[in-house]
Nanobody, 124 residues
Framework: QLKFVESGGGLVQPGGSLRLSCAPS????????TAWFRRAPGKAHVGVAC???????YYQDSVKGRFTVSRDSAKNLLLLQMNSLKPEDTAVYYC??????????????????WGQGTQVTVSA
């Protein structure tokens, strides 16, 4: 099992920004495709941003132009910069090992690798 620890969530006003971090537990991110997912209350996990092991990135339409996924190789972290946040971005955010692609677009988590997540609340 690949496990991750997410951090950086919080309460932010609409239009604000947050940066989430994801640390793998006991292994290097190098060579893995990893993605950010979110889960709103009562809904399933949805992939929002993915970085493959070659550095290619993929985004769900609802976050394109607002969210940026990146990797800090020196610190072995997966990051998610979230700008222009909206109330509908409110969710628990998770990172996970994943597969993703563009045509057709998909972001799918590998099984059994959810962490505790970090809560993001966008509200005035």
């Amino acid at each position: 099992q690949l496990k991750f620890v997410e951090s950086g969530g919080g309460l932010v006003q609409p239009g604000g920004s947050l940066r989430l971090s994801c640390a793998p537990s006991g292994f290097s991110l190098e060579g893995y495709t990893t993605a950010w997912f979110r889960r709103a209350p009562g809904k399933a996990h949805v992939g929002v941003a993915c970085m493959n092991n070659g550095g290619g990135t993929y985004y769900q339409d609802s976050v394109k132009g607002r969210f940026t996924v990146s990797r800090d190789s020196a610190k072995n972290l997966l990051l998610l910069q979230m700008n222009s946040l909206k109330p509908e971005d409110t969710a628990v955010y998770y990172c996970a090992a994943a597969s993703c692609g563009a045509s057709p677009f998909f972001i799918a988590a590998l099984p059994d690798n959810w962490g505790q997540g970090t809560q993001v609340t966008v509200s005035a």
